[in-house]
Structure formats: structure tokens, C-alpha cells
């Protein structure tokens, strides 16, 4: 148990509809990463917070977005679903900005889009 | 630019033989390296991280990886496989990006087990 929690853990909806994943991260982390895994791409860096600002972005889509909230949690919003996101979205978090530091992963939320 | 290439996508071994996942990296600067692994329908769990410490690396569950700078290279190896060692292996490169860091992963190295 990485200490990363993800919910939910599946997801099925429609084209077109709107969703919300949530990640909280390990305690004392500050740094919450998004990443996108799917068969065509990979595992793809979506987007980075730390301490609630928006440090990095990825490859993430103008219908993708996310924030980081006061208590460290983290969401990510996927509106204007297509069949293309269907995927396993991870949340990582770790403890700082340094390039040493450990990402430690959640165990994932599967969307699948219909 | 940074990258991180693996070599190989699948490898197949017999229960017991030694295991060679390979994976060569591109980087302007001594770059911190990972492996992590990652079992069927579950995350990424951690096996070993090199920065620039030790070039050998001991990580979990018997792997152990060994930083080349000549070769550009970081193999993660282990002497015996076990079953349980089945998953997707990723050889990940920390990139340094606008004040901070960020992981580029390698496309993944499928490890099968031969009973």
C-alpha cells in the first residue's frame, strides 16, 4: 500500500458527460502528479500541484483539469468525455520538487467511456 | 532533451534463470533514474531509484540496477526469477522542467515467467 488513495476505483459513463476523480495523497506530500495510461499511449504526465499551484503540464487536454485544494487533495475533471479517454488514470504524489523524489502511485481509477 | 528508452518490450525467462530488463537513457546531466514495476490491473509500486550515489542500486523483492554513465544505460537484473515477478517492468527519467521535475516513462518491458 503506497499510502496514495484514488476513488473511484471504476468509472463507466458516457460520451459527452462530465466526471470527477479524486486523489489524496500519501501524508506529508505536498506534490500530487496526474498521469493517463492506455494502451495506445503509454502512461502519459498529465498535470503537477504543489502545495495548491499548478507547477507542470503534460500532455493534458483543454477538457482535462484539475486542482489542488488547502487540505492537499487533488482532482482531476474530464468534461466532453470521448471513447479515446477511456483509460487508467493514476494520481502519484511525493514529498517535494527535487528530481530524487520518490512519486508514490495510487492504485488507479479505470474509465471506461461508452 | 531527456528520454528513456527500453529495449525491449517483452521478455520471456524460466522460473529460477537470472532476469536482464534493459533500458538506455538520453540526458544533458547526471539524471535521476527509476524502475518501477507493475502487476496486472494494479499501480506502480517502486523497485529501485539511482541518484547518483552508488551506481549499484539494490532495490526490492531481490532486483538490483546499475547506473553506466559510459553507456548511458541502467539494466535492472535480478539472478532468479519467480513467478511472482510477471508484470510490466518501466524504466523512468526524472526531467527537470520550469522549476521542477517530472517522470518520463519508458514504454514498459513485459516480463513473463516459465514455470
Known amino acids: 500500500d503506497s499510502g496514495v488513495t484514488q476513488t473511484p476505483k471504476h468509472l463507466i459513463t458516457a460520451t459527452g458527460q462530465r466526471v470527477t476523480l479524486r486523489c489524496s495523497p500519501r501524508s506529508g506530500d505536498l506534490s500530487v502528479y496526474w498521469y493517463q495510461q492506455s494502451l495506445d499511449q503509454g502512461l502519459q504526465f498529465l498535470i503537477q500541484y504543489y502545495n495548491g499551484e499548478e507547477r507542470a503540464k503534460g500532455n493534458i487536454l483543454e477538457r482535462f483539469s484539475a486542482q489542488q485544494f488547502p487540505d492537499l487533495h487533488s482532482e482531476l475533471n474530464l468534461s466532453s468525455l470521448e471513447l479515446g479517454d477511456s483509460a487508467l488514470y493514476f494520481c502519484?504524489?511525493?514529498?517535494?520538487?527535487?528530481?530524487?523524489?520518490?512519486?508514490?502511485f495510487g492504485p488507479g481509477t479505470r474509465l471506461t467511456v461508452l | 532533451a531527456q528520454s528513456v528508452t527500453q529495449l525491449d518490450s517483452h521478455v520471456s525467462v524460466s522460473e529460477g534463470t537470472p532476469v536482464l530488463l534493459r533500458c538506455n537513457y538520453s540526458?544533458?546531466?547526471?539524471?535521476?533514474l527509476f524502475w518501477y514495476v507493475q502487476h496486472p490491473n494494479k499501480g506502480l509500486q517502486l523497485l529501485l531509484k539511482?541518484?547518483?550515489?552508488?551506481?549499484l542500486v539494490k532495490g526490492i523483492n531481490g532486483f538490483e540496477a546499475e547506473f553506466k554513465k559510459s553507456e548511458t544505460s541502467f539494466h535492472l537484473t535480478k539472478p532468479s526469477a519467480h513467478m511472482s515477478d510477471a508484470a510490466e517492468y518501466f524504466c523512468v527519467v526524472s526531467l527537470a522542467t520550469s522549476g521542477t521535475y517530472k517522470y518520463i516513462f519508458g514504454t514498459g518491458t513485459r516480463l513473463k515467467v516459465l514455470a
Open positions: 502519484a504524489s511525493s514529498v517535494g520538487l527535487a528530481g530524487a523524489d520518490t512519486q508514490y
Open positions: 540526458s544533458s546531466y547526471s539524471p535521476s
Open positions: 539511482y541518484t547518483s550515489a552508488a551506481t
